[in-house]
Nanobody, 124 residues
Framework: QVRLAESGGGLVQPGTSLRLSCAAS????????MGWFRQVPGKEREFVAA????????IYTESVKGRFTISRDNDKKTVVLQIDSLKPEDTAVYYC?????????????????WGQGTQVTVSS
């Protein structure tokens, strides 16, 4: 059974950092492109970042470039989203997702597996 478990969310002040982790189990992790998404109530789930199975081609949505960094450890089956210089508009539930693919650019609806999400709230 495939499981993606996010952790690391919380309530933080603007300008600070968070490190979100996603631990995967039940899949051949190194065959999967991994993505991070976020969602706020009343809005569609938004792509944030993705990383290829080899870890050498990360991509980001424009609004987070320079502040977010996605990385992965295939031995530990984890994908990390480092978030720096947090802004109130980063407040959302953050989800990790997995897609068996050699591609990095993958439509949101094509991801195979999703985690339950972790809440990030940025407020002073």
């Amino acid at each position: 059974q495939v499981r993606l478990a996010e952790s690391g969310g919380g309530l933080v002040q603007p300008g600070t950092s968070l490190r979100l982790s996603c631990a995967a189990s039940g899949l051949s992790f190194n065959l999967y492109t991994m993505g991070w998404f976020r969602q706020v109530p009343g809005k569609e789930r938004e792509f944030v970042a993705a990383i290829s199975r080899g870890g050498n081609t990360p991509i980001y949505t424009e609004s987070v470039k320079g502040r977010f960094t996605i990385s992965r450890d295939n031995d530990k089956k984890t994908v990390v989203l480092q978030i720096d210089s947090l802004k109130p508009e980063d407040t959302a539930v953050y989800y990790c997702a997995a897609k068996r693919s050699i591609m990095t650019h993958i439509p949101t609806q094509d991801y195979d597996y999703w985690g339950q999400g972790t809440q990030v709230t940025v407020s002073s």
